[in-house]
């Protein structure tokens, strides 16, 4: 674990790459995750539940469960895979190009144009999408009781779980979701 340049963490794995090209990861249980050990000229590394991609500098991709990558490869150059978002469900890939692709295809099919996108997060059937604009996006919009007035501009980060939250840029926290969490308290 010297000359890392990229670390990823999954479910079941911590994951360096470092700045040779290789894979360096160890598994949840301590041990070493041998499938990543003959991995050269990676330069680019992801995880998902229970697995490792690696995007090699040629734009081939590697990866310890080929099922979970076959789609988004088959159908767009692993080079545009700008990060991956796997939580217990379908995986989203975010594209250099800011759109999102899911295995049922792109995201935006469903919940309308995204575009410039930053960051994503999935939890089970729910997505949301950080834009560009520090705007959010959120699919299925009802599932979150969220207001899209003010309070939801200039978001600099956001997560999703039983609840959707987001870290605005003056430092602030805005949260949506049942209030089982009593979310109102994040605005102390």
Partial sequence: WTDIISVAVGENNIVGLKSDGTV????????????????TDVAAI????????????????LCT???????????????ELAAMCDNLSTPAFLK???????????????????SDVVQISTYR???????????????????????QGDSWNDIVQIDIC??????????????AGSNMLGEAETEK
Avoid: M, R
């Fill in 24 to 39: 360096v990861a160890v598994n949840s249980d301590g041990t070493k995750e041998s499938a990543v050990q003959e991995w």
């Fill in 46 to 61: 992801f995880t998902g539940t229970g697995y490792i991609l690696g995007i090699k500098s040629d734009g081939s991709a």
């Fill in 65 to 79: 469960a080929p099922w979970a990558i076959e789609g988004f490869c088959s159908e767009n150059d692993p080079t």
């Fill in 96 to 114: 250099w190009d800011g759109t999102v692709w899911s295995e049922d295809g792109y995201i935006g099919d469903s919940v309308g144009s995204l």
């Fill in 125 to 147: 059937s729910t997505w949301a999408a950080l834009h560009s604009n520090g705007t959010v996006t959120a699919y299925p919009e009802e599932a979150w009781y969220y207001d």
């Fill in 162 to 175: 039983s609840h959707l939250i987001a870290l605005k840029a003056d430092g602030t926290v805005v949260v």
